[in-house]
């Protein structure tokens, strides 16, 4: 979805949200190590406990989704390393609670309020890594490794521009760098976020993030 109105980001309340199911919700669970996540409990569509990742919002005051109208609109990506192949990215806004409208599991959402990837400042995109027992596009995120090639496919022919993995952490989810990740300014970052660290089961939620950082590979 791309909003056509004013949005008023409010400092105090969120602005990313990437729901996650339980272990035992989630395939092929045997075949790599377990990506946790962080937040609150909640419950999809089919009543089945799902949780719920928040991440503080920026103090970012008012933006315009039109001032993105001029940019390359991000449609696909691939990760090569982790078998994602042209994942459809949709852009994404924030809800009517300050939170960041996250796509089905098999998208990924472009927080469009921001950059697009490769612009200057700090493009995020963000998925789940699973929900309603499905595996999102970014399930094993973690195991993306410094080195990797993230291709990022533009609509209206523009070229596809590719992004180097500089690094992956993982974080608190009471300590994740905002500022860096959301920035606005300087020089261009893509920001790829979903869950990660313990599941805890006495919160029913995940305790951290995984968050990979990349910067573009010049074509000229």
Not at 90 to 114: K, R
Not at 192 to 197: D, K, N, R, S
Request: with cysteine.
């Amino acid at each position: 979805m791309k909003p056509t109105v004013v949005v008023s980001l409010l400092v105090s309340m969120t602005a990313l949200v990437a729901a996650c199911s339980t272990p035992e919700q989630t395939s092929n669970e045997a075949d790599r190590p377990p990506t946790t996540t962080v937040g609150v409990s909640s419950s999809d569509s089919s009543g089945e406990a799902s949780e719920t990742l928040v991440i503080p919002q920026l103090p970012s005051a008012v933006f315009d989704p039109s001032a993105n109208d001029d940019q390359p609109q991000p449609v696909s990506i691939s990760i090569d390393s982790l078998e994602i192949d042209d994942a459809p990215i949709e852009d994404v806004g924030i809800e009517p609670n300050g939170e960041m409208e996250v796509p089905e599991p098999q998208d990924v959402g472009w927080y469009s309020f921001g950059p697009t990837p490769g612009a200057e400042g700090s493009s995020v995109l963000a998925a789940h890594i699973a929900s309603g027992g499905v595996d999102g596009v970014f399930r094993y995120l973690d195991q993306v490794e410094p080195g990797d090639i993230v291709t990022i496919e533009y609509g209206d022919s523009q070229p596809t521009q590719q992004f180097r993995i500089d690094r992956v952490e993982q974080y608190n989810k009471t300590q994740l760098p905002f500022e860096d990740i959301f920035r606005r300014s300087g020089d261009p970052q893509l920001v790829l976020v979903t869950c990660g660290g313990d599941f805890n089961e006495t919160e029913s939620s995940y305790e951290d993030n995984v968050v990979a950082y990349a910067t573009p590979i010049s074509t000229g």
